[in-house]
DNA sequence: ATACTTTAATTCACTGGTGAAATATAAATT
DNA sequence: AATTTATATTTCACCAGTGAATTAAAGTAT
């Protein structure tokens, strides 16, 4: 697989020869797109990769550490589907799997019994506390040479997008 | 599904929670890697649904938009493979159903009959002029309200990250 | 020239994720 | 109270992507 940089300088060169084409392209903001797309799965692909060992995948990791940051340790599948991003299908499989491997308890709620209680079982808090201190190197790697304002910058910027996007993703629906 | 702004407050909540249990923990690096994630995956779900109506999936598009920006309209799978990150089997499929479609055309090379020469054909130029368009509004719309110098910074800091990836999986293959 | 190694593409079996339908419970309506 | 409607979760069938093995053609070494 080419490195990031050959990949972007490609892409660079490609964005450039379709906007003579088509001259009404808005080629700054496309070339943000596509390395937005790009750095999102390179970046996916890294924290897999840290996530193998563990036998955990994005989506398992993603549930297990909404439910360790909830002051309760617990949550609904249908809240986790909504914050980890997942349809109702997946969350099934993802809590399924993490039951086996004693990670986190399902049963069944009190008030609701349509409901269901999911909560970290102290297995899936020890492995959080084991796993994390590893990332830590990469994830500040990451930004290595970004300066306090770069940062600051980066983190609007960012946010910015993320208002942006769900206007428009908003004022589709509507 | 939960809104990017909502699903970014919980993140931002639950990176705070952890971050007092396990305060080695880099938060402002880690909440602006979140971010890289959930904004490019929302991104990548938004671009799909353009996709859509054409019956085209992200790795088909991408796969013909490098042969579309190709002086010569065509490329070999191994180096479709690079660029549009896929592996060869995925490419093969990719090819498969391009050519069904009449999009390019697959034929092998003359010098080395190991490979394979794929070339966007007519009805794939025309696709990808067709469907270019209609794209551009919301691509601007991403980043309305984002100063040229905005855009500037951006677009320096997205590529200082890539940089500072690059550096990080090389350093992990050495 | 022949055998060994490398490279390119494909096939096959499997994993991860998705949409539509099924099931079960709760809430609202008549 | 019975019926309809809405919500929560699961099951099933399918699509997209991956690793390992396979086939085929070059390149290299003896």
Redesign the pocket.
Same mark, same amino acid.
Request: glycine share 6%.
């Given at each position: 697989m080419a490195n990031l940089s050959n990949c972007i300088a490609m892409m660079d060169e490609g964005i450039g020869r379709v906007g003579q084409i088509i001259p009404q392209m808005p080629a700054p903001e496309a070339r943000m797109c596509r390395l937005m797309l790009v750095l999102g799965s390179t970046i996916e692909?890294e924290l897999e990769f840290k996530l193998k060992p563990h036998k955990l995948?994005?989506?398992?990791f993603l549930t297990l550490m909404i439910l360790y940051s909830r002051p309760d340790g617990s949550s609904?599948?249908?809240?986790l589907?909504e914050y980890a991003?997942?349809?109702?299908?997946?969350?099934? +499989? !993802?809590?399924?799997?993490l039951v086996e491997r004693g990670l986190i308890t399902?049963g069944a709620?009190k008030?609701?019994? +349509?409901?269901?209680? !999911?909560r970290i079982a102290p297995a899936g808090r020890r492995l959080v506390q084991k796993m994390l201190p590893p990332m830590f190197p990469q994830i500040g790697g990451m930004f290595a040479g970004f300066s306090d304002t770069d940062k600051r910058q980066f983190d609007r910027l960012l946010r910015k997008l993320a208002g942006n996007i769900d206007q428009l993703s908003e004022r589709r629906l509507s």
């Open positions: 692909r995948n994005h989506s398992e609904s599948p249908g809240e589907c991003s997942q349809g109702a299908t997946n969350m099934t +499989r !993802i809590a399924n799997t399902r709620s008030e609701d019994r +349509r409901r269901v209680l !999911i």
